[in-house]
């Protein structure tokens, strides 16, 4: 996904961590018009996402991560577009106040971290670039994909689960929210 400004002067490192100040890197801070180029990007990448999963509207936008408390690493190839980089992709996380049905189903409280919107460009998807996405998000947090939550999980995005990290067995729910077996065990408390 390429965009008529300098995506690498945008996000420094291949993968960025941005947050509800829209900030990536110490070079985006106090400046405004950077920060605006960084919210044209998070809207094109929140509506390529819509369009992919045929959703009627997008579930991310600058302005929505801006009021939540969500996290978004944003994926860049920075060799591509004559050396302005692009976008490849983009994974959102945030933690969300569950009520789950355990095996037996027994009601349970949790407030698990949920993997909210994952997207790679078209031509690029297949290729291994989710994988990179996804794994560095777990480093980042510290954590094992089956103590996650995944918000309406699209065929494809199941079928990566299961391929990348053997997650097949999902424990019925009443809510949109899909977990696997395993998530109820070694939990903490309130995790
Ligand atoms: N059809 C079926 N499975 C697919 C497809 C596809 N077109 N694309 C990726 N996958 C799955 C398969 O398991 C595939 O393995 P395979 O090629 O051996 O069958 C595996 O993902 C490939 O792994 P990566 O290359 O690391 O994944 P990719 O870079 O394609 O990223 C993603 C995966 C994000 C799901 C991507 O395919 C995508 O953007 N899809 C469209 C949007 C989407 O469905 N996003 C998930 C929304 S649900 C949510 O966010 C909670």
Avoid: W
Avoid at 28 to 44: C, F, N, W, Y
Avoid at 104 to 124: K, R, S, T
Avoid at 175 to 190: C, E, M
């Amino acid at each position: 996904m390429e965009f008529p400004f300098d995506i690498n002067q945008l996000f420094s490192e291949r993968v960025s961590v941005l947050d509800h100040t829209l900030v990536a890197g110490r070079k985006s801070a106090g400046r405004p018009d950077l920060q605006a180029h960084i919210a044209t990007v998070i809207d094109e990448l929140g509506r390529a996402s819509a369009k992919a999963q045929q959703l009627t509207a997008p579930i991310t936008s600058a302005s929505k991560l801006q009021s939540q408390k969500h996290q978004l690493y944003l994926l860049k190839d920075g060799e591509s577009n004559g050396g302005r980089g692009a976008v490849m992709g983009f994974l959102k996380v945030g933690y969300k106040k569950l009520f789950l049905l355990d095996q037996q189903g027994a009601h349970v409280e949790a407030e698990p971290l949920c993997v909210l919107d994952f997207y790679i460009a078209e031509n690029l998807q297949r290729h291994g670039y989710g994988l990179e996405l996804f794994d560095f998000m777990l480093q980042h947090k510290n954590l094992e994909p089956v103590l996650m939550a995944y918000d309406r999980p699209s065929p494809k995005f199941l079928s990566f689960l299961a391929k990348h990290y053997c997650l097949k067995q999902s424990i019925p729910q009443v809510n949109n929210f899909v977990v696997f077996d395993g998530f109820f065990l070694n939990r903490s408390v309130g995790q």
